[in-house]
């Protein structure tokens, strides 16, 4: 059962809804994003329902940081990033949308083109698919 019987990332975390998760632990659960800003990006979820930065455990935000850093570490040596953004959007004003607490690990690239708020678009599922194998450990 998701802990909020009304939240996507509940769901995810519970294995009611599909995504393509890449690590996980006791605390957290990390998934690619439907739509991804660059090649490799991926969420960051604690598995217990937490609004927002403000809301989130102070152990769960701990285990979400050393999750996102996993991830970064493999974006760089599996993907080829030369760079990684982490980005938390808490409240609306600051561009949240889904709300349980979520890192976004986007890795980058020399002369990408994003630029921030980039504007969500679905991505190419085997490509997506590709990225994920190469970083789930
Ligand atoms: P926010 O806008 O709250 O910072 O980020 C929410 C993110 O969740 C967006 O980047 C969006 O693409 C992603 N997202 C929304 N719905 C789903 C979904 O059903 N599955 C996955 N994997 N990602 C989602
Ligand atoms: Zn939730």
Redesign the pocket.
């Known amino acids: 059962m998701?802990?909020?019987p009304?939240?996507?990332?509940?769901?995810i975390?519970a294995g009611e809804l599909p995504a393509t998760i890449v690590d996980s632990d006791d605390r957290t659960v990390a998934f690619m994003d439907i739509n991804p800003a660059t090649r490799g990006h991926a969420l960051v979820?604690p598995r217990?329902?937490?609004?927002d930065l403000l809301a989130i455990s102070e152990d769960d935000l701990g285990a979400c940081a050393r999750a996102a850093q996993r991830l970064a570490r493999r974006a760089k040596d599996r993907l080829g990033a030369d760079g990684i953004n982490l980005l938390n959007s808490s409240g609306v004003a600051a561009w949240q949308t889904?709300?349980?607490?979520h890192i976004h690990v986007v890795p980058r690239y020399d002369g990408d083109p994003l630029e921030l708020p980039w504007t969500p678009a679905p991505g190419d599922e085997a490509e997506i698919a590709a990225a994920a194998q190469e970083l789930t450990a």
């Open positions: 998701p802990a909020d009304d939240c996507l990332f509940c769901k975390v979820v217990e329902h937490a609004a889904v709300f349980h607490f």
